[in-house]
């Protein structure tokens, strides 16, 4: 079945999961949602070009549909048909903080030498990576697969579906505690990444500096490992107080190189030295990875700094989980400015820690004497009272509106579903 499918599918590489997005030889997969049941859009799906429209439900069984026991299933097996299909190497990023910012250093760097892919937008999931496979065409030398996860045993099942070549753990935090049920549940997950690689002697590119995971490769026994530090003597935060941008001089064979990013943060440079790391590696110069790195403008409400009309914003609302928050707590205080604001949205899925790890925020940011604080989502509401509390983030906006701060540097921090861009529109 899957080999029919495939047959159809080389004809366009195209897969939709989305009746809307179809094109002429698509392959329409009927996915279950919480909401919809995509059996329903297999017709129409047809009627505008899909080539076979993949089901798992007999009732909708119409002329140019492919009765499958679980179109979930399908659509997994046939990204992996595919991935041993292309010549691509597949570079595999985990983590919890940074996956998205080094993936794509990654591709800017790797884009300078090779024709190369990355995922895009946040689709890192059991439907994303498959989703992400399938778009690779047969020209494509490289392509970096992002994969999250928030439950035990799904950076294993995404590692099945995409067998990576080689591999790369950013850091492990305190990110979905309630699904994981712990750190050590954090730890174990995101290692089974570094468990793939290593059972098969595959490649492991890692922070030689964190300690976390050189646990993990020691409990993993993996010995196919490269440290970052393989390409660079050592490397320095450059210090510029009239500017918020990470700078960073890499001393590699005796010269310096500076990188002077786009990015806000010293948490930023473990990502900037795993795109320099693996760069290095498979034969791009520095000079080449500098002016790439440089070249990188974050997008997305992930470490961007904004002008606004009254104020200089740092907009990293697009996740939030406690170590990424308290990082960006300490980045702000490092800041040179005359006022510093910081507007801070709940950090959802940390289930039974959520309290606790609320807590810590909270005095860890009444601790840096900020000039104001404002707290934004259930998630804070304790704390009413101690602070500026807001249910959310309309709330918070309108009163920003009628109390308007002015010359300052505001950081906006906060879990998407918070929807703090409401907020910065208010600035």
Known sequence: MIEHIYKEFEKSYHVTIDSRKVKAGSIFFALKGENNDGNAYAANALQDGAALA????????????????????????????????????IFAITGSNGKTTTKELLYTVLSQKFKTYATVGNLNNHIGVPLTLLSITPDVDFAIIEMGANHPGDISELCRIAEPDFGLITNIGKAHLGGFGGFEGVKNTKGEL????????????????????????????????????????DFIVVEKPESPFLSISISEGGKLTTILTNLVGQYNVENVMAAYAVGRHFGVGPGTIKDAIESYIPSNNRSQLLKTQNNTVIMDAYNANPTSMENALKNLAKLHASKKVAILGEMLELGEYSLDEHKKIVELASALNFDKILLVGKGFSSFNGMFYYFDNSSECAEYLKQNPIKDSMVLVKGSRGVKLEIVVEAL
């Open 194 to 233: 570094y468990n793939f690689l290593a059972l098969r002697d595959r490649a492991i590119f890692y922070n030689h500096q964190n300690p976390i995971l050189v646990e993990l490769l020691n409990k993993y026994k993996a010995n196919n490992v490269i440290p970052y530090s393989k390409y660079f003597e």
């Open 54 to 89: 993949v089901i798992d439900n007999p009732h909708y069984m119409t002329k140019g549909c492919v009765l499958v026991e679980n179109a979930l299933n399908a659509l997994q097996q046939l990204a992996n048909y595919h991935r041993q299909k292309i010549n691509a190497q």
